[in-house]
């Protein structure tokens, strides 16, 4: 029943900004913490940012100082704000949700969103 939708993706220069969204519905509420993960072709998927219910954050290194996580509790929404985006950003965005079930967490990805970043 759970079901997350990623948007704002697109094609832009380097140095250039994009905000991504994420609105969850079904079983996840602002307790659940939400994040975003990316992948390169041929790579695996990584991390970008995770944001806990209290809001608290965590970035990869590669992304600190440019991009910025935040969500909605009222509407169920993640967002990331990416600025001053390099080539190397390029990939598909994923967004993600966790539940707790009682002895592991349960991951939710939406469908992703493709960012590339190109001169």
């Known amino acids: 029943q759970v079901q997350l939708v990623a948007s704002g993706g697109g094609l832009l220069q380097p140095g250039g900004s994009l905000r991504l969204s994420c609105a969850a519905s079904g079983s996840i509420f602002s307790s659940n913490p939400m994040g975003w993960y990316r992948q390169a072709p041929g790579k695996e998927r990584e991390l970008v940012a995770t944001?806990?219910?209290?809001?608290?954050?965590n970035y990869a290194d590669s992304v600190k100082g440019r991009f910025t996580i935040s969500r909605s509790n009222a509407r169920n929404t993640v967002y990331l704000q990416m600025n001053s985006l390099k080539p190397e950003d390029t990939a598909v965005y994923y967004c993600?949700?966790?539940?707790?079930?009682?002895?592991?967490?349960?991951?939710?990805w939406g469908q992703g969103t493709q960012v590339t970043v190109s001169s």
């Open positions: 993600n949700a966790a539940r707790w079930d009682g002895s592991s967490w349960i991951n939710y």
């Open positions: 944001i806990a219910s209290i809001g608290y954050t």
